[in-house]
Nanobody, 126 residues
């Protein structure tokens, strides 16, 4: 089965940093689209960052551009989200997503993902 396991969430103060990890298994990591999303109760899910494991430039939501960085560790089949200069509005449950049937050209904002992790909570206090 495809499994995505997130970790690294926690509670920080405004301006702090966290690094989220997503370890993947059971799919073709070398040619997959991977992304990070976040959601708060009563709100729609928000796309944060997207990257293709086989190469290509990552994409970021305007709300996190310049503060968040998505990266890959191919040896570990993992994706990371480095979050710096955190703000209270970044508070959310963060989810990792992946899709190994998506061609590289479609690995962009608005892409649909087949597989999802369970999420990791990020709380930023002022």
């Amino acid at each position: 089965q495809v499994q995505l396991v997130e970790s690294g969430g926690g509670s920080v103060q405004t301006g702090g940093s966290l690094r989220l990890s997503c370890e993947a298994s059971g799919y073709t990591y070398s040619s997959a689209c991977m992304g990070w999303f976040r959601q708060v109760p009563g709100k729609e899910r928000e796309e944060v960052a997207v990257i293709y494991t086989g190469g290509g430039r990552p994409y970021y939501a305007d709300s996190v551009k310049g503060r968040f960085t998505i990266s890959l560790d191919n040896a570990r089949n993992a994706a990371y989200l480095q979050m710096d200069s955190l703000k209270p509005e970044d508070t959310a449950m963060y989810y990792c997503a992946a899709d190994d049937s998506m061609v590289r050209a479609l690995c962009r904002p608005g892409a649909d993902f087949e597989y999802w992790g369970q999420g990791t909570q990020v709380t930023v206090s002022s």
